[in-house]
């Protein structure tokens, strides 16, 4: 596609359900970040995939967080037992190759959590 | 700890001054500087980056400064315009390399005034 997509836009979940969230990177493109963007603040990196590897998953908050690109295209990251907390929006972002370091960003999934 | 900080406040500005931002960091050696423009509801769109070793770079009305000794990024809007409100955010890389992804700062909300 021309851009990064994302799916869904909106998710209202219940705490204590899992969701799970898609990214489709710009085609071609080998870097892909997750991203958490609390009201009125920046984003915050969560984890880094070059292809299918997950290279960097440090910013994931919890052991709750799963983020997986099992083919090097598309990617979901999972949040299990979900807490209000974990309301946000999360963005994903891909770049064209290692060490490219202009992203282009998708809009994003808003979740709340009741 | 690593720290951006960005001007918290919204800046009104009145249409066809020029706009200034500023972005500072601590404890930091970044091997380049982005900024990027967020719209409501979506996610941020790459405007320029600037490396260590250069001081200014422009693109169109646009013009960036970067001061590794005062670890200071200034970014102008020159002939500003209503749709150039927005919230600009400022991001250094993590490692150096740009492969692990960017740390932002909470950006600044510009307004320009008719």
């Known amino acids: 596609g021309a851009g990064v997509s994302q799916s869904p836009r909106y998710k209202v979940a219940k705490r204590g359900q899992d969701v799970a969230l898609r990214c489709d990177p710009i085609s071609g493109h080998v870097s892909l970040f997750w991203y958490q963007q609390a009201l009125g603040q920046g984003p915050e990196f969560l984890t880094y995939?070059?292809?299918?590897?997950?290279?960097?998953k440090s910013g994931l908050p919890s052991d709750r967080f799963f983020a997986e690109r099992p083919e090097g295209s598309v990617s979901t990251l999972k949040i299990q037992r979900t807490q209000q907390e974990d309301s946000a929006v999360y963005l994903c972002?891909?770049?064209?190759?290692?060490?490219?370091?202009?992203?282009?960003f998708g809009s994003g999934t808003q979740l709340s959590v009741l | 700890s690593q720290k951006i900080e960005q001007n918290s406040e919204a800046l009104n500005i009145q249409e066809g001054k020029t706009a200034t931002l500023t972005c500072n960091y601590t404890n930091y050696s970044p091997a380049y500087l982005q900024w990027y423009r967020q719209d409501p509801g979506r996610g941020p769109v790459f405007l320029l980056l600037i490396r260590e070793n250069e001081k200014e770079k422009r693109k169109e009305r646009l013009k960036v400064t970067f001061d590794t000794t005062l670890k200071q990024s200034l970014f102008h809007i020159t002939a500003s315009q209503p749709a150039d409100s927005a919230t600009y955010l400022c991001a250094l890389d993590h490692s150096g390399g740009g492969a692990d992804g960017l740390t932002f700062g909470k950006g600044t909300h510009l307004i320009i005034q008719p």
């Open positions: 972002a891909s770049s064209l190759e290692v060490g490219d370091e202009k992203l282009f």
């Open positions: 995939f070059q292809n299918e590897a997950q290279l960097d």
